[in-house]
Protein backbone atom coordinates (compact mmCIF):
# COMPACT_ATOMS: atom_id res chain seq x y z
CA UNK A 1 0.00 0.00 0.00
CA UNK A 2 1.16 3.58 -0.70
CA UNK A 3 2.41 5.45 2.08
CA UNK A 4 -0.28 8.70 2.88
CA UNK A 5 0.87 12.19 2.51
CA UNK A 6 -0.18 14.78 4.49
CA UNK A 7 0.69 18.56 4.17
CA UNK A 8 1.08 20.68 7.29
CA UNK A 9 -0.02 24.13 5.97
CA UNK A 10 -0.20 26.34 9.11
CA UNK A 11 1.82 26.01 12.65
CA UNK A 12 0.61 22.95 15.17
CA UNK A 13 2.34 21.92 17.62
CA UNK A 14 5.01 19.38 17.50
CA UNK A 15 3.18 16.23 19.44
CA UNK A 16 0.69 16.42 16.70
CA UNK A 17 3.20 16.25 13.83
CA UNK A 18 4.65 13.26 15.96
CA UNK A 19 1.46 11.09 15.78
CA UNK A 20 0.85 11.76 12.19
CA UNK A 21 4.96 10.91 11.31
CA UNK A 22 3.61 7.27 12.79
CA UNK A 23 1.15 6.79 9.97
CA UNK A 24 2.11 8.95 6.79
CA UNK A 25 5.30 10.99 5.22
CA UNK A 26 4.28 14.11 6.54
CA UNK A 27 5.43 17.76 4.63
CA UNK A 28 5.59 20.83 7.11
CA UNK A 29 4.84 24.06 5.02
CA UNK A 30 3.01 26.88 7.26
CA UNK A 31 4.54 29.62 4.89
CA UNK A 32 2.51 28.16 1.70
CA UNK A 33 0.70 30.75 -0.48
CA UNK A 34 -2.75 30.12 -1.99
CA UNK A 35 -1.42 29.84 -5.15
CA UNK A 36 1.57 27.07 -4.40
CA UNK A 37 -0.99 25.36 -2.60
CA UNK A 38 -3.23 24.73 -5.34
CA UNK A 39 -0.13 23.87 -7.19
CA UNK A 40 0.80 20.97 -4.76
CA UNK A 41 -2.33 19.89 -3.19
CA UNK A 42 -2.86 16.98 -5.87
CA UNK A 43 0.01 14.83 -4.11
CA UNK A 44 -1.57 14.83 -0.33
CA UNK A 45 -4.42 12.66 0.92
CA UNK A 46 -4.69 15.03 3.74
CA UNK A 47 -4.45 18.53 4.82
CA UNK A 48 -3.79 20.21 8.09
CA UNK A 49 -4.76 24.21 8.80
CA UNK A 50 -5.51 26.29 11.38
CA UNK A 51 -6.85 29.42 10.22
CA UNK A 52 -4.55 31.17 8.21
CA UNK A 53 -4.11 28.85 5.17
CA UNK A 54 -7.62 28.91 3.06
CA UNK A 55 -8.94 26.11 1.49
CA UNK A 56 -11.06 27.25 -0.60
CA UNK A 57 -12.98 25.48 -3.45
CA UNK A 58 -10.15 26.58 -5.97
CA UNK A 59 -7.78 24.52 -3.93
CA UNK A 60 -10.04 21.51 -3.34
CA UNK A 61 -11.33 21.17 -7.15
CA UNK A 62 -7.31 21.31 -7.43
CA UNK A 63 -6.92 18.28 -4.71
CA UNK A 64 -7.22 14.69 -6.85
CA UNK A 65 -6.80 12.35 -4.24
CA UNK A 66 -7.20 14.59 -0.81
CA UNK A 67 -10.06 13.10 2.02
CA UNK A 68 -9.56 14.69 4.94
CA UNK A 69 -9.29 18.96 5.48
CA UNK A 70 -7.94 19.01 9.40
CA UNK A 71 -8.49 21.81 11.36
CA UNK A 72 -6.72 21.58 14.76
CA UNK A 73 -8.87 24.08 16.48
CA UNK A 74 -12.79 24.24 16.14
CA UNK A 75 -14.13 27.37 13.73
CA UNK A 76 -13.73 26.20 10.22
CA UNK A 77 -14.61 29.70 8.62
CA UNK A 78 -10.91 29.37 6.47
CA UNK A 79 -12.39 25.74 4.83
CA UNK A 80 -15.03 25.83 2.15
CA UNK A 81 -17.36 22.85 3.65
CA UNK A 82 -19.96 22.75 1.05
CA UNK A 83 -17.14 22.33 -2.05
CA UNK A 84 -15.42 19.95 0.16
CA UNK A 85 -19.00 17.83 0.66
CA UNK A 86 -19.60 18.09 -2.91
CA UNK A 87 -16.45 16.16 -3.74
CA UNK A 88 -16.66 13.75 -0.65
CA UNK A 89 -13.84 15.00 1.38
CA UNK A 90 -13.97 15.54 5.20
CA UNK A 91 -13.96 18.08 6.99
CA UNK A 92 -12.73 17.67 10.77
CA UNK A 93 -11.77 19.85 13.88
CA UNK A 94 -11.46 19.60 17.19
CA UNK A 95 -14.42 20.97 18.76
CA UNK A 96 -13.27 19.75 22.83
CA UNK A 97 -9.78 21.03 22.56
CA UNK A 98 -10.55 24.76 24.42
CA UNK A 99 -13.29 23.69 26.29
CA UNK A 100 -10.87 23.55 29.69
CA UNK A 101 -8.83 26.23 28.31
CA UNK A 102 -12.14 28.73 28.27
CA UNK A 103 -13.28 27.43 31.74
CA UNK A 104 -10.26 28.20 33.79
CA UNK A 105 -10.62 31.92 31.81
CA UNK A 106 -13.48 32.43 32.91
CA UNK A 107 -12.77 31.41 36.43
CA UNK A 108 -10.21 33.44 35.90
CA UNK A 109 -12.20 36.21 35.11
CA UNK A 110 -14.66 35.65 37.84
CA UNK A 111 -12.11 35.61 40.57
CA UNK A 112 -10.52 39.00 38.53
CA UNK A 113 -14.26 40.46 39.39
CA UNK A 114 -14.65 39.20 42.91
CA UNK A 115 -11.02 40.09 44.10
CA UNK A 116 -10.87 43.53 42.17
CA UNK A 117 -7.64 42.33 40.84
CA UNK A 118 -7.24 43.85 37.23
CA UNK A 119 -8.38 47.48 38.91
CA UNK A 120 -5.74 46.92 41.42
CA UNK A 121 -3.00 45.95 39.37
CA UNK A 122 -3.26 48.94 38.40
CA UNK A 123 -3.40 51.47 41.34
CA UNK A 124 -0.68 49.56 42.44
CA UNK A 125 1.70 49.93 39.22
CA UNK A 126 0.16 53.66 39.39
CA UNK A 127 2.16 54.10 42.50
CA UNK A 128 -1.28 53.97 45.14
CA UNK A 129 -1.73 51.67 48.08
CA UNK A 130 -5.98 51.69 48.31
CA UNK A 131 -5.83 48.32 50.54
CA UNK A 132 -9.96 50.19 51.06
CA UNK A 133 -11.08 50.50 47.81
CA UNK A 134 -10.85 47.36 46.93
CA UNK A 135 -12.79 44.99 49.28
CA UNK A 136 -13.29 42.25 47.50
CA UNK A 137 -15.84 39.17 47.67
CA UNK A 138 -15.65 35.15 48.22
CA UNK A 139 -17.02 33.26 46.13
CA UNK A 140 -17.51 30.42 48.59
CA UNK A 141 -21.17 29.82 49.61
CA UNK A 142 -22.58 32.09 46.74
CA UNK A 143 -24.42 31.05 43.68
CA UNK A 144 -23.08 30.38 40.82
CA UNK A 145 -26.16 30.61 37.56
CA UNK A 146 -24.37 29.09 34.48
CA UNK A 147 -26.77 29.82 31.31
CA UNK A 148 -25.45 27.05 28.93
CA UNK A 149 -23.92 23.78 30.04
CA UNK A 150 -22.55 22.11 26.94
CA UNK A 151 -19.17 21.57 26.70
CA UNK A 152 -17.66 24.64 28.66
CA UNK A 153 -20.55 25.14 30.81
CA UNK A 154 -19.92 21.58 32.03
CA UNK A 155 -16.05 22.55 32.89
CA UNK A 156 -17.05 25.70 34.69
CA UNK A 157 -19.22 23.44 37.00
CA UNK A 158 -16.75 21.09 38.01
CA UNK A 159 -13.99 24.02 38.91
CA UNK A 160 -16.64 26.63 40.44
CA UNK A 161 -17.20 23.72 42.87
CA UNK A 162 -14.13 23.75 44.05
CA UNK A 163 -14.64 27.09 45.39
CA UNK A 164 -17.42 26.33 47.17
CA UNK A 165 -20.20 27.32 44.84
CA UNK A 166 -23.51 26.59 44.76
CA UNK A 167 -24.71 25.88 41.12
CA UNK A 168 -27.63 26.66 39.17
CA UNK A 169 -27.79 26.44 35.72
CA UNK A 170 -29.79 26.96 32.70
CA UNK A 171 -29.70 25.29 29.15
CA UNK A 172 -33.64 24.26 27.58
CA UNK A 173 -31.80 21.37 25.99
CA UNK A 174 -29.98 19.32 28.39
CA UNK A 175 -31.53 15.69 30.18
CA UNK A 176 -32.25 15.78 33.64
CA UNK A 177 -29.77 12.50 33.37
CA UNK A 178 -26.96 15.14 32.29
CA UNK A 179 -28.00 17.74 34.95
CA UNK A 180 -27.67 14.93 37.86
CA UNK A 181 -24.30 13.50 36.66
CA UNK A 182 -23.09 17.34 37.31
CA UNK A 183 -24.69 17.13 40.57
CA UNK A 184 -26.37 20.91 38.98
CA UNK A 185 -29.79 22.26 39.36
CA UNK A 186 -31.85 23.16 36.68
CA UNK A 187 -34.12 26.20 36.96
CA UNK A 188 -35.82 28.15 34.83
CA UNK A 189 -34.14 31.41 33.24
CA UNK A 190 -36.01 34.36 35.36
CA UNK A 191 -34.42 32.02 38.17
CA UNK A 192 -31.50 31.63 37.82
CA UNK A 193 -31.11 35.99 37.08
CA UNK A 194 -32.69 36.70 40.11
CA UNK A 195 -30.87 34.29 42.66
CA UNK A 196 -27.25 34.42 40.95
CA UNK A 197 -24.24 36.29 42.40
CA UNK A 198 -22.10 35.54 39.56
CA UNK A 199 -23.56 34.86 35.62
CA UNK A 200 -21.56 33.37 33.32
CA UNK A 201 -22.97 32.77 29.74
CA UNK A 202 -21.48 29.47 27.50
CA UNK A 203 -23.90 29.74 25.04
CA UNK A 204 -23.70 29.47 20.99
CA UNK A 205 -24.86 33.12 18.92
CA UNK A 206 -27.93 31.73 17.54
CA UNK A 207 -31.18 33.88 16.90
CA UNK A 208 -32.14 32.82 19.83
CA UNK A 209 -29.30 33.94 22.23
CA UNK A 210 -29.06 37.21 20.58
CA UNK A 211 -29.05 40.39 23.17
CA UNK A 212 -30.68 37.97 25.03
CA UNK A 213 -29.28 39.39 28.07
CA UNK A 214 -30.64 42.93 27.91
CA UNK A 215 -32.12 45.37 30.40
CA UNK A 216 -35.13 43.36 31.27
CA UNK A 217 -32.64 40.69 32.53
CA UNK A 218 -30.24 43.18 33.94
CA UNK A 219 -33.52 44.39 35.94
CA UNK A 220 -34.08 41.06 37.32
CA UNK A 221 -30.02 40.73 38.34
CA UNK A 222 -29.29 41.15 42.08
CA UNK A 223 -27.43 44.74 42.32
CA UNK A 224 -24.16 42.40 43.89
CA UNK A 225 -24.25 40.37 41.16
CA UNK A 226 -21.39 39.80 38.37
CA UNK A 227 -22.31 38.51 34.94
CA UNK A 228 -19.13 37.10 32.41
CA UNK A 229 -19.33 36.38 28.96
CA UNK A 230 -16.59 34.32 27.47
CA UNK A 231 -19.07 32.84 24.31
CA UNK A 232 -19.56 35.00 21.64
CA UNK A 233 -20.27 38.91 21.59
CA UNK A 234 -23.37 39.93 20.81
CA UNK A 235 -25.13 37.37 23.25
CA UNK A 236 -25.06 40.63 26.09
CA UNK A 237 -26.53 44.02 25.07
CA UNK A 238 -23.53 45.90 25.37
CA UNK A 239 -25.42 49.18 25.59
CA UNK A 240 -28.01 48.01 28.18
CA UNK A 241 -24.68 46.49 29.81
CA UNK A 242 -23.31 50.07 30.29
CA UNK A 243 -26.23 51.26 32.19
CA UNK A 244 -26.43 48.67 34.16
CA UNK A 245 -22.75 48.74 35.13
CA UNK A 246 -22.59 52.49 35.27
CA UNK A 247 -25.61 53.13 37.25
CA UNK A 248 -25.09 50.15 39.84
CA UNK A 249 -27.59 47.99 38.97
CA UNK A 250 -25.23 45.13 39.04
CA UNK A 251 -21.63 45.19 40.54
CA UNK A 252 -19.40 44.08 37.51
CA UNK A 253 -19.16 42.52 34.20
CA UNK A 254 -16.22 40.62 32.15
CA UNK A 255 -16.35 40.39 28.78
CA UNK A 256 -14.07 38.15 26.64
CA UNK A 257 -15.92 38.72 23.49
CA UNK A 258 -17.64 41.72 22.02
CA UNK A 259 -20.12 42.41 19.58
CA UNK A 260 -17.37 44.04 17.47
CA UNK A 261 -14.10 42.98 18.19
CA UNK A 262 -11.78 45.09 18.54
CA UNK A 263 -14.23 47.11 20.52
CA UNK A 264 -12.99 50.56 19.14
CA UNK A 265 -14.61 53.43 21.57
CA UNK A 266 -16.86 51.31 23.48
CA UNK A 267 -18.05 53.13 27.01
CA UNK A 268 -17.51 49.79 28.33
CA UNK A 269 -13.61 50.28 28.21
CA UNK A 270 -14.15 53.46 30.58
CA UNK A 271 -15.74 51.62 33.39
CA UNK A 272 -13.94 50.14 36.94
CA UNK A 273 -16.17 47.84 37.23
CA UNK A 274 -15.65 46.21 33.93
CA UNK A 275 -13.07 43.20 32.84
CA UNK A 276 -11.80 42.82 29.75
CA UNK A 277 -9.66 40.63 27.43
CA UNK A 278 -9.09 40.40 23.55
CA UNK A 279 -10.81 37.43 22.57
CA UNK A 280 -8.00 34.78 24.62
CA UNK A 281 -10.68 32.08 26.16
CA UNK A 282 -9.19 30.07 24.13
CA UNK A 283 -5.52 31.17 23.81
CA UNK A 284 -3.38 28.56 25.46
CA UNK A 285 -0.36 26.30 24.66
CA UNK A 286 -2.18 23.12 25.90
CA UNK A 287 -4.97 24.04 24.00
CA UNK A 288 -3.38 24.63 20.64
CA UNK A 289 -1.14 20.78 21.91
CA UNK A 290 -4.61 19.44 22.24
CA UNK A 291 -6.23 20.15 18.77
CA UNK A 292 -3.26 19.17 17.18
CA UNK A 293 -3.11 15.72 18.81
CA UNK A 294 -6.68 15.35 18.39
CA UNK A 295 -7.01 15.78 14.37
CA UNK A 296 -3.48 13.97 14.12
CA UNK A 297 -5.53 10.97 15.70
CA UNK A 298 -8.17 11.68 13.92
CA UNK A 299 -6.34 11.58 10.51
CA UNK A 300 -4.89 8.30 11.91
CA UNK A 301 -8.09 6.63 12.31
CA UNK A 302 -8.96 7.46 8.80
CA UNK A 303 -6.30 5.81 7.20
CA UNK A 304 -6.38 2.96 8.95
CA UNK A 305 -10.09 2.48 7.98
CA UNK A 306 -11.74 3.47 11.03
CA UNK A 307 -14.46 6.08 11.27
CA UNK A 308 -13.41 9.46 12.93
CA UNK A 309 -15.86 11.51 15.58
CA UNK A 310 -15.63 14.80 14.48
CA UNK A 311 -16.48 15.04 10.99
CA UNK A 312 -18.26 18.14 10.39
CA UNK A 313 -19.70 17.49 6.99
CA UNK A 314 -21.28 14.59 4.91
CA UNK A 315 -19.52 12.52 2.70
CA UNK A 316 -21.39 12.25 -0.37
CA UNK A 317 -24.32 9.29 -0.89
CA UNK A 318 -23.68 7.33 -3.73
CA UNK A 319 -26.34 8.55 -6.54
CA UNK A 320 -28.50 5.40 -6.59
CA UNK A 321 -29.36 5.92 -2.80
CA UNK A 322 -30.07 9.51 -2.89
CA UNK A 323 -32.54 9.66 -5.48
CA UNK A 324 -34.49 7.30 -3.73
CA UNK A 325 -34.15 9.37 -0.79
CA UNK A 326 -34.52 12.72 -2.24
CA UNK A 327 -37.98 13.66 -1.63
CA UNK A 328 -37.81 13.14 1.88
CA UNK A 329 -35.19 14.59 3.00
CA UNK A 330 -36.96 18.17 2.81
CA UNK A 331 -39.60 16.49 4.32
CA UNK A 332 -37.15 15.69 7.08
CA UNK A 333 -35.97 18.62 7.74
CA UNK A 334 -39.32 20.85 7.73
CA UNK A 335 -40.84 18.25 10.49
CA UNK A 336 -37.46 18.79 12.55
CA UNK A 337 -37.73 22.35 12.17
CA UNK A 338 -41.23 21.88 13.31
CA UNK A 339 -40.25 19.86 16.23
CA UNK A 340 -37.80 22.08 17.67
CA UNK A 341 -39.28 25.40 17.88
CA UNK A 342 -42.48 23.48 19.70
CA UNK A 343 -40.45 21.37 21.85
CA UNK A 344 -40.75 22.62 25.24
CA UNK A 345 -37.84 22.37 27.71
CA UNK A 346 -35.05 19.26 27.71
CA UNK A 347 -35.35 16.89 24.98
CA UNK A 348 -35.01 13.40 26.07
CA UNK A 349 -36.49 10.93 23.47
CA UNK A 350 -36.92 11.32 19.96
CA UNK A 351 -38.82 8.21 17.52
CA UNK A 352 -38.74 8.09 14.22
CA UNK A 353 -41.30 5.61 12.39
CA UNK A 354 -41.62 5.21 8.76
CA UNK A 355 -44.34 3.86 7.37
CA UNK A 356 -45.81 2.14 4.37
CA UNK A 357 -43.35 1.49 0.81
CA UNK A 358 -40.53 3.40 2.65
CA UNK A 359 -40.12 0.76 5.53
CA UNK A 360 -38.68 -0.82 2.77
CA UNK A 361 -35.85 1.70 1.63
CA UNK A 362 -32.27 0.93 2.24
CA UNK A 363 -30.53 3.30 4.72
CA UNK A 364 -33.52 5.14 6.28
CA UNK A 365 -30.87 6.26 8.83
CA UNK A 366 -29.66 8.69 6.86
CA UNK A 367 -33.46 10.12 7.50
CA UNK A 368 -32.99 10.06 10.94
CA UNK A 369 -29.94 11.47 11.10
CA UNK A 370 -31.47 14.63 8.99
CA UNK A 371 -34.40 15.22 11.20
CA UNK A 372 -31.94 15.10 14.31
CA UNK A 373 -29.78 17.59 12.14
CA UNK A 374 -32.55 20.03 12.10
CA UNK A 375 -33.18 19.45 15.50
CA UNK A 376 -29.82 20.04 17.38
CA UNK A 377 -28.81 22.49 15.05
CA UNK A 378 -30.47 25.21 16.42
CA UNK A 379 -29.26 24.88 19.79
CA UNK A 380 -25.46 23.49 19.99
CA UNK A 381 -22.19 24.74 18.65
CA UNK A 382 -20.69 22.67 17.03
CA UNK A 383 -22.29 21.98 13.39
CA UNK A 384 -24.66 19.19 13.75
CA UNK A 385 -24.80 16.88 10.14
CA UNK A 386 -25.87 13.49 8.66
CA UNK A 387 -22.34 12.23 9.70
CA UNK A 388 -22.59 12.96 13.56
CA UNK A 389 -26.03 13.84 14.33
CA UNK A 390 -26.31 10.02 16.11
CA UNK A 391 -23.28 10.50 18.19
CA UNK A 392 -24.17 14.25 19.31
CA UNK A 393 -27.52 13.26 20.19
CA UNK A 394 -26.39 10.44 22.48
CA UNK A 395 -23.83 12.39 23.97
CA UNK A 396 -26.27 14.89 25.16
CA UNK A 397 -28.56 11.62 26.42
CA UNK A 398 -31.04 11.87 23.64
CA UNK A 399 -32.81 8.54 23.63
CA UNK A 400 -33.09 8.16 19.51
CA UNK A 401 -35.66 5.54 18.56
CA UNK A 402 -36.03 3.92 14.63
CA UNK A 403 -39.01 1.78 13.71
CA UNK A 404 -40.97 0.47 10.66
CA UNK A 405 -44.73 0.17 10.51
CA UNK A 406 -46.24 -1.31 6.63
CA UNK A 407 -49.92 -0.51 7.90
CA UNK A 408 -50.78 2.98 6.61
CA UNK A 409 -53.72 4.18 5.21
CA UNK A 410 -54.31 6.59 2.46
CA UNK A 411 -50.94 7.42 1.50
CA UNK A 412 -48.17 5.27 -0.09
CA UNK A 413 -45.71 5.96 3.10
CA UNK A 414 -45.09 8.60 5.58
CA UNK A 415 -42.86 9.24 8.47
CA UNK A 416 -44.34 10.00 12.07
CA UNK A 417 -42.05 11.67 14.72
CA UNK A 418 -42.60 11.50 18.38
CA UNK A 419 -40.70 13.74 20.52
CA UNK A 420 -40.80 14.04 24.56
CA UNK A 421 -39.42 16.74 26.20
CA UNK A 422 -39.16 17.60 29.90
CA UNK A 423 -42.31 19.90 29.45
CA UNK A 424 -44.54 18.26 26.76
CA UNK A 425 -45.00 15.65 23.98
CA UNK A 426 -45.36 16.46 20.61
CA UNK A 427 -45.92 13.71 17.50
CA UNK A 428 -46.77 14.61 14.19
CA UNK A 429 -46.51 12.81 10.62
CA UNK A 430 -45.70 14.03 7.26
CA UNK A 431 -45.95 12.85 3.74
CA UNK A 432 -43.09 13.93 1.07
CA UNK A 433 -45.53 13.26 -2.43
CA UNK A 434 -46.29 15.02 -4.34
CA UNK A 435 -45.13 17.93 -1.76
CA UNK A 436 -44.39 17.62 1.72
CA UNK A 437 -46.94 18.21 3.50
CA UNK A 438 -48.06 17.81 7.69
CA UNK A 439 -51.15 15.83 8.38
CA UNK A 440 -51.07 14.94 12.02
CA UNK A 441 -50.34 17.21 15.03
CA UNK A 442 -50.71 15.29 18.33
CA UNK A 443 -53.38 12.57 16.69
CA UNK A 444 -55.13 15.68 15.41
CA UNK A 445 -55.32 15.13 10.97
CA UNK A 446 -54.83 18.30 9.45
CA UNK A 447 -53.23 18.81 6.53
CA UNK A 448 -51.09 22.03 6.00
CA UNK A 449 -47.89 23.01 3.55
CA UNK A 450 -44.64 23.07 5.15
CA UNK A 451 -44.09 26.54 4.01
CA UNK A 452 -44.15 30.10 5.89
CA UNK A 453 -45.61 30.74 9.45
CA UNK A 454 -48.24 29.19 11.26
CA UNK A 455 -49.97 29.56 14.69
CA UNK A 456 -51.32 26.58 16.86
CA UNK A 457 -53.17 26.38 19.21
CA UNK A 458 -55.19 23.78 21.55
CA UNK A 459 -57.89 24.64 22.63
CA UNK A 460 -61.70 23.64 24.37
CA UNK A 461 -64.09 22.70 21.16
CA UNK A 462 -66.72 25.28 22.74
CA UNK A 463 -68.06 27.92 20.18
CA UNK A 464 -66.09 31.07 19.76
CA UNK A 465 -62.41 30.30 20.45
CA UNK A 466 -61.81 30.30 17.06
CA UNK A 467 -62.70 33.80 16.47
CA UNK A 468 -61.28 35.33 19.33
CA UNK A 469 -58.27 34.13 17.92
CA UNK A 470 -58.76 34.85 14.91
CA UNK A 471 -59.98 38.35 16.13
CA UNK A 472 -56.54 38.96 18.16
CA UNK A 473 -54.33 38.02 14.81
CA UNK A 474 -56.83 41.03 13.15
CA UNK A 475 -56.03 43.67 16.26
CA UNK A 476 -52.04 43.31 15.51
CA UNK A 477 -52.93 43.46 11.62
CA UNK A 478 -51.78 39.30 11.24
CA UNK A 479 -53.71 37.93 8.00
CA UNK A 480 -54.76 34.42 8.04
CA UNK A 481 -53.74 33.02 4.40
CA UNK A 482 -55.70 29.63 5.98
CA UNK A 483 -57.20 27.89 8.56
CA UNK A 484 -57.00 24.10 9.48
CA UNK A 485 -59.05 22.69 12.51
CA UNK A 486 -59.08 18.98 14.00
CA UNK A 487 -60.81 17.41 17.08
CA UNK A 488 -60.67 14.05 18.19
CA UNK A 489 -64.24 14.87 19.67
CA UNK A 490 -67.18 17.31 20.26
CA UNK A 491 -66.23 19.37 23.28
CA UNK A 492 -63.35 17.96 23.69
CA UNK A 493 -59.55 19.26 22.89
CA UNK A 494 -59.08 20.33 19.60
CA UNK A 495 -56.33 22.15 17.60
CA UNK A 496 -55.74 24.50 15.21
CA UNK A 497 -53.34 25.19 12.45
CA UNK A 498 -53.64 28.74 11.20
CA UNK A 499 -51.12 29.53 8.29
CA UNK A 500 -50.54 33.38 8.56
CA UNK A 501 -49.08 36.31 6.33
CA UNK A 502 -46.38 37.80 8.83
CA UNK A 503 -44.48 36.77 11.35
CA UNK A 504 -46.30 36.36 14.70
CA UNK A 505 -44.17 38.17 17.68
CA UNK A 506 -43.84 36.20 21.10
CA UNK A 507 -46.02 38.67 23.21
CA UNK A 508 -48.87 38.29 20.82
CA UNK A 509 -48.37 34.20 21.23
CA UNK A 510 -48.34 35.43 24.95
CA UNK A 511 -51.72 37.11 24.35
CA UNK A 512 -53.12 34.19 22.65
CA UNK A 513 -52.33 31.97 25.47
CA UNK A 514 -54.16 34.13 27.85
CA UNK A 515 -57.43 33.83 25.93
CA UNK A 516 -60.18 31.61 27.82
CA UNK A 517 -60.53 27.71 26.95
CA UNK A 518 -57.15 28.17 24.90
CA UNK A 519 -54.81 25.56 26.23
CA UNK A 520 -51.86 26.44 24.25
CA UNK A 521 -50.57 28.39 21.52
CA UNK A 522 -47.34 28.62 20.01
CA UNK A 523 -45.89 30.05 16.37
CA UNK A 524 -43.63 28.16 14.12
CA UNK A 525 -41.46 29.36 10.85
CA UNK A 526 -40.85 26.75 8.36
P1 LIG B 1 -21.73 23.52 23.29
O1 LIG B 1 -22.46 23.41 22.00
O2 LIG B 1 -21.00 22.31 23.81
O3 LIG B 1 -22.74 24.02 24.42
C1 LIG B 1 -23.68 25.05 24.22
C2 LIG B 1 -24.82 24.80 25.20
O4 LIG B 1 -25.73 25.90 25.12
C3 LIG B 1 -25.62 23.54 24.87
O5 LIG B 1 -25.69 22.69 26.01
C4 LIG B 1 -27.01 24.06 24.48
O6 LIG B 1 -28.03 23.18 24.90
C5 LIG B 1 -27.05 25.37 25.25
N1 LIG B 1 -28.00 26.34 24.72
C6 LIG B 1 -28.31 26.60 23.42
N2 LIG B 1 -29.23 27.60 23.38
C7 LIG B 1 -29.50 27.96 24.66
C8 LIG B 1 -30.34 28.93 25.27
N3 LIG B 1 -31.10 29.73 24.53
N4 LIG B 1 -30.35 29.04 26.62
C9 LIG B 1 -29.58 28.24 27.39
N5 LIG B 1 -28.76 27.27 26.88
C10 LIG B 1 -28.72 27.16 25.53
O7 LIG B 1 -20.72 24.76 23.13
P2 LIG B 1 -19.36 25.03 23.92
O8 LIG B 1 -18.24 24.36 23.21
O9 LIG B 1 -19.57 24.81 25.37
O10 LIG B 1 -19.18 26.61 23.62
C11 LIG B 1 -19.96 27.56 24.35
C12 LIG B 1 -19.68 28.96 23.80
O11 LIG B 1 -18.30 29.30 23.98
C13 LIG B 1 -19.95 29.11 22.30
O12 LIG B 1 -20.54 30.37 22.08
C14 LIG B 1 -18.56 29.10 21.69
O13 LIG B 1 -18.52 29.76 20.46
C15 LIG B 1 -17.80 29.85 22.76
N6 LIG B 1 -16.34 29.71 22.73
C16 LIG B 1 -15.60 30.82 23.04
C17 LIG B 1 -14.22 30.76 23.01
C18 LIG B 1 -13.39 31.98 23.34
O14 LIG B 1 -12.31 32.13 22.81
N7 LIG B 1 -13.84 32.86 24.23
C19 LIG B 1 -13.58 29.57 22.64
C20 LIG B 1 -14.36 28.43 22.38
C21 LIG B 1 -15.75 28.52 22.42
Redesign the pocket.
Known sequence: MDEKKVLIADQINEKGIDELREVAEVTVQTDITNEELITVIGDFDAIVVRSRTKVTREVIEAAGQLKIIARAG?GVDNVDVVAATERGVMVINA?ES??VT?AE?TMGIILSLARKISIADKSVKEGRWEKSKFMGMELNGKTLGI???????SQVVIRSKAFGMDIIV?????TAEVASKLGVRVVDRNTLLKNADVITI?????P??KH?IAKPEFDLMKENAFIVN???GGIINEDDLYQALSEGNISGAGL??FEEEPPKGSLLLELDNLVATP????STKEAQRDAAIIVAKEIKTVFEGGSPKNVINMPVLDPETFQIMKPYFQLMEKLGKFLIQTAKGNINEIDVTYCGELAEFPKLDILTRMILQEILNP????PVNLVNALAVAENRGIVVVEGKRCDVKGYDSLVRVEMRSEDNEISIEGISVPEPRIIVVNGYKVDVETEGTMLISTYKDIPGIIGAIGTKLGEHGINIAKMQVGRKEMGGEAVMVLKVDQDVPESVVEEIKKLEDVNDTVAVNL
Do not use: N, Q
Not at 147 to 153: F, T
Not at 279 to 282: E, K, P, S, V
Not at 379 to 382: D, G, P, R
Open positions: VPTSVHIGMGRIGHDPYIHVPLTETSCARDVHIGAILTE
